[in-house]
């Protein structure tokens, strides 16, 4: 070898090792830097970067983290972002925008954090707006008149100042999101006049600004994710589907965006597509809990939702064991110190979610098998009390599912039931008598009396379409499906055809309405009508491990879903997998 070749590749090695030392020493610096935060940097949260007026590189990037975490609904974790960017420059403005913005009301609640608090970061943030910049004034300054001085939260005024902010820097997809959200949270959850109903006045406002924000920048986390909400109960929510399928990567690290285009895709009959959502939104939300050692609303009200809304969608697509796994696991997660705690009363209805499932897939046994929930947990009881029923009445019990109809009654009239709200939503009394209809309906149906049945099956869907929008909704399961069974059964078959017509115009592409929709057609000879729903049934139920008759489970092949029981499942399974194996 040459002796200028070996000098080179002594060379080369030199540089080698110097780069590969420095790249160490850089990551070494990083890690000792992430070391010194009061919160966590974290890890995947896309490329939406929001550029403040900072002296600290770092308070940028937890100020930028902090909004994310906000467009995530996550605002535990933002505020954590905001108080710590004020920490690392105690001058940046809109730190202290972030941390009132983030304390006050949002889309999901009505609820605000500490009123002085929040007028403090007011007014700091008004002090050090002098140095910012004009679109950074501008939002200061409207969340001033969100926050006066010794008032609660004012939204109308903060809706009026932000249409102004809106003229003024109309091509700042930031600043058109955050416009599109003061409307829309002085309107949450009322923006159609039914699920696939005519928009209320406000909502083509909120759409077209979202749509705008979203043409101005596709990657905005939140006006991917209000867009969702803001079409998820239209007619043409097939137009969301482009900003379902952006959420998906958008910000890897937030499970709640992750979760989001399950959304569109329950509405949409993408069942599957809506479960895979789900699943992936809670190995990401697991993980963050576990690593940032997270409290309060977040993992009590927004990771147990990717659990209940899986579900939702397991149930949908027929998959009975996955959604009784994911129902337990949604009861089974929640902390039960927060199931009394004022603010969290969402908490109960979760652990009511294994009694609806049950019901669906008629697991009777398992049923009868689940200890009665604690004497002061109302709500949750009177469920427990409509499942036993239920389960009782198609057991042969009637006497026995008639106790149990009276003390659901007993307690649909307490207080507690009547006042408590799921997500601020529709009131626990709401579900409770529906409740008490299908129940009704099911003993008078088993006892040989069907027109009587119907007409609770029909004063139980009267209520159920008075519910207020809320995804998975506050019901769990159509009640069309028990009557449009019901009307087969009595050889009804045109009735039952409108029933799961109606049904279908709700739950696209639903097996368990497709089914009943196709005996409906056979039964009164239009078979090839009957065959073209057939097949559209067959592709619903692909993945499905239970059998229907009509639209209900086949009594006569009942399946014994299979509990896997394994290092994660809950608690609540693992009890029941014993009881039902002994």
Same mark, same amino acid.
Request: proline share 4%; aromatic share 10%; hydrophobic share 40%.
């Given at each position: 070898?040459?002796?200028?070749?070996?000098?080179?590749?002594?060379?080369?090695?030199?540089?080698?090792?110097?780069?590969?030392?420095?790249?160490?020493?850089?990551?070494?610096?990083?890690?000792?830097?992430?070391?010194?935060?009061?919160?966590?940097?974290?890890?995947?949260?896309?490329?939406?970067?929001?550029?403040?007026?900072?002296?600290?590189?770092?308070?940028?990037?937890?100020?930028?983290?902090?909004?994310?975490?906000?467009?995530?609904?996550?605002?535990?974790?933002?505020?954590?972002?905001?108080?710590?960017?004020?920490?690392?420059?105690?001058?940046?403005?809109?730190?202290?925008?972030?941390?009132?913005?983030?304390?006050?009301?949002?889309?999901?609640?009505?609820?605000?954090?500490?009123?002085?608090?929040?007028?403090?970061?007011?007014?700091?943030?008004?002090?050090?707006?002098?140095?910012?910049?004009?679109?950074?004034?501008?939002?200061?300054?409207?969340?001033?008149?969100?926050?006066?001085?010794?008032?609660?939260?004012?939204?109308?005024?903060?809706?009026?100042?932000?249409?102004?902010?809106?003229?003024?820097?109309?091509?700042?997809?930031?600043?058109?999101?955050?416009?599109?959200?003061?409307?829309?949270?002085?309107?949450?959850?009322?923006?159609?006049?039914?699920?696939?109903?005519?928009?209320?006045?406000?909502? $083509?406002?909120?759409?077209?600004? @979202?749509?705008? *924000?979203?043409? !101005?920048?596709?990657?905005? #986390?939140? =006006?991917? &994710? +209000?867009?969702?909400?803001?079409?998820?109960?239209? $007619?043409?929510?097939?137009?969301? @589907?482009?900003? *379902?399928?952006? !959420?998906?990567?958008?910000? #890897?690290? =937030?499970? &709640? +965006?992750?979760?989001?285009?399950?959304?569109?895709?329950?509405?949409?009959?993408?069942?599957?597509?809506?479960?895979?959502?789900?699943?992936?939104?809670?190995?990401?939300?697991?993980?963050?809990?576990?690593?940032?050692?997270?409290?309060?609303?977040?993992?009590?009200?927004?990771?147990?939702?990717?659990?209940?809304?899986?579900?939702?969608?397991?149930?949908?697509?027929?998959?009975?064991?996955?959604?009784?796994?994911?129902?337990?696991?949604?009861?089974?997660?929640?902390?039960?110190?927060?199931?009394?705690?004022?603010?969290?009363?969402?908490?109960?209805?979760?652990?009511?979610?294994?009694?609806?499932?049950?019901?669906?897939?008629?697991?009777?046994?398992?049923?009868?098998?689940?200890?009665?929930?604690?004497?002061?947990?109302?709500?949750?009881?009177?469920?427990?009390?409509?499942?036993?029923?239920?389960?009782?009445?198609?057991?042969?019990?009637?006497?026995?599912?008639?106790?149990?109809?009276?003390?659901?009654?007993?307690?649909?009239?307490?207080?507690?039931?009547?006042?408590?709200?799921?997500?601020?939503?529709?009131?626990?009394?709401?579900?409770?008598?529906?409740?008490?209809?299908?129940?009704?309906?099911?003993?008078?149906?088993?006892?040989?009396?069907?027109?009587?049945?119907?007409?609770?099956?029909?004063?139980?869907?009267?209520?159920?379409?008075?519910?207020?929008?809320?995804?998975?909704?506050?019901?769990?399961?159509?009640?069309?499906?028990?009557?449009?069974?019901?009307?087969?059964?009595?050889?009804?078959?045109?009735?039952?055809?409108?029933?799961?017509?109606?049904?279908?115009?709700?739950?696209?592409?639903?097996?368990?309405?497709?089914?009943?929709?196709?005996?409906?057609?056979?039964?009164?000879?239009?078979?090839?009508?009957?065959?073209?729903?057939?097949?559209?049934?067959?592709?619903?139920?692909?993945?499905?491990?239970?059998?229907?008759?009509?639209?209900?489970?086949?009594?006569?092949?009942?399946?014994?879903?299979?509990?896997?029981?394994?290092?994660?499942?809950?608690?609540?399974?693992?009890?029941?997998?014993?009881?039902?194996?002994?």
């Amino acid at each position: 070898m040459k002796k200028s070749t070996k000098i080179n590749l002594v060379f080369v090695g030199v540089m080698v090792g110097m780069v590969a030392f420095l790249l160490t020493m850089k990551s070494c610096t990083q890690q000792a830097i992430r070391e010194s935060f009061k919160a966590p940097l974290l890890n995947n949260m896309g490329e939406y970067d929001v550029k403040v007026t900072t002296k600290s590189e770092y308070a940028g990037r937890f100020v930028t983290q902090g909004i994310i975490m906000a467009n995530a609904f996550n605002h535990g974790e933002a505020a954590r972002s905001f108080r710590e960017a004020i920490r690392l420059d105690s001058t940046c403005a809109m730190a202290y925008w972030g941390l009132a913005y983030v304390l006050g009301p949002n889309y999901n609640t009505s609820n605000q954090g500490d009123t002085q608090e929040i007028q403090r970061a007011v007014e700091h943030a008004l002090q050090y707006s002098k140095e910012a910049t004009a679109w950074e004034r501008a939002l200061i300054e409207a969340l001033a008149v969100k926050f006066p001085l010794n008032s609660e939260a004012n939204g109308e005024a903060y809706e009026s100042a932000m249409r102004k902010v809106y003229q003024q820097f109309s091509d700042d997809d930031f600043v058109v999101t955050l416009f599109a959200e003061s409307i829309m949270n002085l309107h949450a959850w009322d923006l159609y006049t039914r699920k696939g109903g005519q928009p209320k006045p406000w909502t $083509p406002e909120i759409v077209s600004l @979202l749509e705008h *924000a979203m043409k !101005l920048n596709s990657k905005n #986390p939140l =006006a991917n &994710h +209000l867009y969702i909400h803001a079409t998820e109960a239209a $007619p043409d929510v097939e137009k969301a @589907l482009a900003a *379902a399928g952006r !959420l998906k990567t958008l910000v #890897p690290g =937030a499970g &709640h +965006l992750v979760h989001m285009p399950s959304h569109i895709y329950i509405n949409t009959g993408d069942y599957y597509e809506g479960s895979m959502a789900n699943e992936e939104a809670v190995r990401v939300d697991s993980a963050y809990i576990a690593q940032c050692l997270v409290e309060g609303v977040y993992p009590q009200i927004y990771y147990p939702h990717n659990w209940h809304f899986l579900a939702a969608t397991a149930a949908l697509e027929g998959r009975g064991g996955r959604s009784l796994e994911a129902a337990f696991k949604t009861a089974d997660i929640i902390d039960r110190n927060y199931l009394r705690q004022e603010g969290f009363e969402t908490t109960q209805h979760y652990i009511t979610i294994p009694y609806n499932v049950l019901v669906k897939f008629s697991q009777w046994e398992k049923i009868l098998a689940l200890p009665q929930p604690d004497e002061d947990l109302y709500y949750p009881r009177a469920i427990w009390h409509y499942a036993r029923g239920m389960a009782l009445a198609n057991t042969a019990n009637i006497n026995k599912a008639r106790t149990e109809l009276d003390s659901l009654k007993s307690l649909a009239e307490t207080d507690a039931v009547k006042t408590m709200m799921i997500w601020e939503v529709n009131t626990t009394a709401d579900i409770a008598n529906i409740a008490i209809h299908v129940l009704e309906a099911e003993i008078l149906r088993l006892s040989g009396n069907p027109e009587k049945a119907i007409e609770h099956y029909e004063l139980a869907i009267k209520l159920e379409d008075q519910l207020n929008y809320n995804e998975p909704p506050d019901w769990f399961f159509s009640v069309r499906h028990f009557l449009g069974d019901l009307y087969l059964n009595i050889n009804k078959p045109k009735e039952a055809e409108a029933v799961f017509r109606e049904d279908l115009s709700y739950w696209v592409k639903n097996g368990f309405a497709l089914n009943g929709l196709y005996h409906s057609l056979l039964m009164q000879q239009r078979t090839e009508e009957a065959e073209a729903v057939k097949k559209e049934f067959e592709k619903a139920w692909k993945r499905a491990d239970s059998t229907l008759k009509y639209a209900r489970i086949d009594e006569a092949n009942r399946p014994n879903l299979v509990i896997r029981v394994d290092e994660t499942t809950p608690n609540n399974l693992v009890y029941l997998a014993g009881i039902l194996c002994k």
